[in-house]
C-alpha cells in the first residue's frame, strides 16, 4: 500500500522560508518519479514540482521557479520541497504525489 506522510507545513511570513518534507513507504521509491503539487483555498489542484528517480533531473512551475527546490533522499526514502521567498499566494495545502497516489497534505499559510 502507498503511504506518504507530508509534514514541515506551518504558517510563515511573506519572504520566509519553510522545508516540506515527505515520508514515502509501500511503493519502491528509489524508481519512482515524485510529485508536489498544492491546492490553495477554492482553486484545484496545481502542480509546483517533479523530480526523477535519482534526483538529477528537476522541473519546476513558472510561479515557483527560482524559489522552491525538490530533492529527496533514496536512502530515507523521503522527498523535499525547500521553499523561500514565500508569497502570499504561495499559500495552500501542499501535497506530495506518486502517479495518482497522494498524502493528506501539509497546510502552508503565508501571511503579514
Known amino acids: 500500500e502507498v503511504q506518504l506522510v507530508e509534514s514541515g507545513g506551518g504558517e510563515v511570513q511573506p519572504g520566509g522560508s519553510l522545508t516540506l518534507s515527505c515520508a514515502a513507504s509501500g511503493f519502491p521509491f528509489r524508481a519512482s518519479t515524485m510529485t508536489w503539487v498544492r491546492q490553495a483555498p477554492g482553486k484545484g489542484l496545481e502542480w509546483v514540482s517533479n523530480?526523477?528517480?535519482?534526483?538529477?533531473?528537476?522541473y519546476y512551475a513558472d510561479s515557483v521557479k527560482g524559489r522552491f527546490t525538490i530533492s529527496r533522499s533514496n536512502v530515507k526514502n523521503t522527498l523535499y520541497l525547500q521553499m523561500n521567498s514565500l508569497k502570499i499566494d504561495d499559500t495552500a495545502v501542499y501535497y506530495c504525489?506518486?502517479?495518482?497516489?497522494r498524502g493528506q497534505g501539509t497546510q502552508v499559510t503565508v501571511s503579514s
Open positions: 504525489a506518486r502517479g495518482n497516489a
Open positions: 523530480i526523477t528517480p535519482g534526483g538529477s533531473t528537476t
